[in-house]
């Protein structure tokens, strides 16, 4: 294996690579930060590196370290997380140079495992389309064929892992935005519960959005959640912790489980016949595996709760607008940001608190619903995406109706926003490989605080198809 090879590999195996001295962490940072410098396929994956702070970090782990991720390099998604000494820019040109001196929680606990911080990962502006095409930092592309996005909105962390210049990054998800770049790049992209991992000290609860990583193998996500998950001093409310590791469920067989197959999108479009062929052939794999699985229909039609899920979107943007305003020292106006931030910020303004609690409530007594319905199963599977990942510039945040661009996004990527309101686990999985050369993936979504079972499902799935040996050089298994 060449020296960047080791980059591909999964980050718990280069974890006790550098525990026994066989690759020391200085090593591998510097293979990440060249790979990082070189951008050799144009990914533009990156907003900022911390090269001597990185490096500095890595020199002084040595061989032997017992913490779980000891010297493996690793990037941040560049949106609204704290990072001690990097930039926080959130895709804007708002934010400037906005640098704290403080760690978010989730921040902290990748330290405090040993992780090797590099830089930060490219996102949207404030996070809001499902591909990462900021106006501030230009595209990022996705390495299996860079005419096509990555994804977003943790699409610079996505391209960097299936790039192969970090072995794993951290990631957010509000509306999809783990697991639509995970579809998009042939990771595994875990989001979880809500309330599972602290968005403290800044952010307090969120109805829509977590924490987690992108990955390769299921067993770096289930190891990452190990160490990110967990109570922080001051959550208001939190995920009881599981009756063992996560990693330690996704060794084990969950048994024979009833599963829902659902492939009609929750939004009027039309489906991929690609998409809808993976979910049926990992049906089929998981029937092979002893699971039952049953072609079901959805009683919730996403169409119909567009306008509550708007309500608390544009909401979410315009905090962001709102927090750059704050490190800005100033108002924002039109030209600080793009046209989509704009509009969604306005619609904001425009919308009483009332209104918005009113588009809350009834979505949490839908999602309650929804919940109910689906305990009916184990999980239920559904295609990740709707469509094969986009071409760059096919979703455009300054076009001259922005809200159609973000109305066009949501025909994308059905069947994610709706398991943020109901604060279900979900997780998408780099199944199959599309005869176009890009990966093509499946969603498996289970009961509240269920990340274990979906992990050992998923564990299953990988050792059959072994996505995690594609790289963008060639794949197999393809459909």
Known sequence: ???????????????????????????????????????????NAFTVVDRDRALATAAAIQ????????????????L??????????SGSDLYGDYTPDYDANVVRRIRDAGFVIVGKTAAPEMGILPVTEPRRFGPTRNPWNTDH?????????????????????HASDGGGSIRIPAACCGLVGL?????????????GDSFLSVDGVVARTVAD?????????????????????????????????????RIALVVEPPLAGDLDPLAEQAARNAASLL????????????????????????????????????????????????????????????????TPSSTYLRSL????????????????????????????????????????????????????????????????????????????GLPLAVQLIGPPLSEGLLLSVAAQLEAEQRWHERRPSGAAARL
Do not use: C
């Open 80 to 89: 609204s997380v704290a990072t001690a000494g990097l930039r926080v820019s």
């Open 63 to 78: 061989p032997g370290d017992e913490r779980p991720f000891a010297g493996v390099p690793i990037a941040i998604k560049d």
């Open 221 to 257: 996500g289930a190891a990452t959640l190990d160490v990110l998950a967990g109570y922080e001093p001051g959550d208001a409310t939190w995920a009881p912790p599981p009756f063992e590791p996560f990693s330690a469920t996704a060794e084990r067989e969950p048994g024979p489980l």
């Open 287 to 350: 029937e092979n595996f002893g699971h039952h699985v049953e072609e079901v229909q959805t009683p919730i039609q996403f169409d119909e709760l567009l306008e509550l899920f708007t309500d608390l979107w544009a909401a979410m943007v315009s905090g962001g607008v709102r927090v750059g305003e704050l490190v800005a020292g100033r108002e924002a106006t039109a030209d600080d940001v793009e046209p989509l931030t704009w509009a969604l910020h306005e619609r904001a303004l425009a």
């Open 149 to 169: 996005t990555p994804g977003g909105s943790s699409g610079g962390s996505a391209a960097a892992v299936a790039g192969g210049l970090v072995p794993i990054a």
């Open 361 to 436: 409530t009834i979505l949490q007594r839908v999602a309650r619903g929804a919940v109910e319905w689906s305990m009916q199963w184990d999980a239920v599977l559904t295609p990740a995406l709707a469509k094969r990942p986009l071409r760059i510039g096919e979703l455009d945040p300054a076009a001259p109706d922005p809200m159609a661009t973000f109305e066009a996004s949501s025909r994308f990527t059905p069947f994610t926003p709706f398991v943020n309101v109901t604060g279900q686990p979900a997780i998408s999985l780099p199944v199959f490989h599309g005869h176009d």
């Open 191 to 203: 989001k979880v519960s809500r309330g599972r991992i602290s968005r403290g000290p800044d952010q």
């Open 1 to 43: 294996m060449s020296d960047r090879g080791l980059l591909f590999k999964p980050a718990t195996e280069l974890a006790d690579l550098v525990r026994v001295g066989e690759v020391s962490a200085r090593e591998l940072t510097e293979l990440a930060l060249d790979a990082i410098a070189a951008d050799e396929h144009g990914l």
